[in-house]
Nanobody, 129 residues
């Protein structure tokens, strides 16, 4: 089972930026990576996904235009660039992986946690006003 390791979280003021990173701990390649977040008392929310083989990307409407998912040239590390952060972006952020192509639901902007089989431990993002 591929384990994922997130990093890059922290505390930032509203309007600031952070870049999160996600690396498979086993050093193996997975084809679809998704980013999710979960705030206290709320359900896990899907944000973005990338097909690492073909480079296709998809976003939830709530973060489109502010967040960008990408990968490095080796296709090993996946990033989530977050700009113009707002206090409501405060949450634990997770990356997750699934085999094959990204789920069809994700390509329609509907990111379902159950479609992803491997998860990281999360990295905390706190945005202060």
């Amino acid at each position: 089972l591929v384990q994922l390791v997130e990093s890059g979280g922290g505390e930032v003021q509203a309007g600031g930026s952070l870049r999160l990173s996600c690396v498979p701990s086993a050093g193996v390649s997975v084809n679809c990576i998704g980013w999710f977040r979960q705030a206290p008392g709320k359900e896990r929310e899907g944000l973005a996904a990338i097909n690492k083989r073909y480079g296709g990307t998809w976003y939830a409407y709530s973060v489109s235009g502010r967040f960008t998912i990408s990968q490095d040239n080796t296709k090993l590390t996946t990033y989530l660039q977050m700009n113009n952060l707002k206090p409501e972006d405060t949450a634990m952020y997770y990356c997750a992986a699934t085999g094959g192509n990204c789920p069809e639901s994700a390509t329609r902007g509907n990111f379902r946690p159950a479609d992803f089989f491997s998860w990281g431990q999360g990295t905390q993002v706190t945005v202060s006003s």
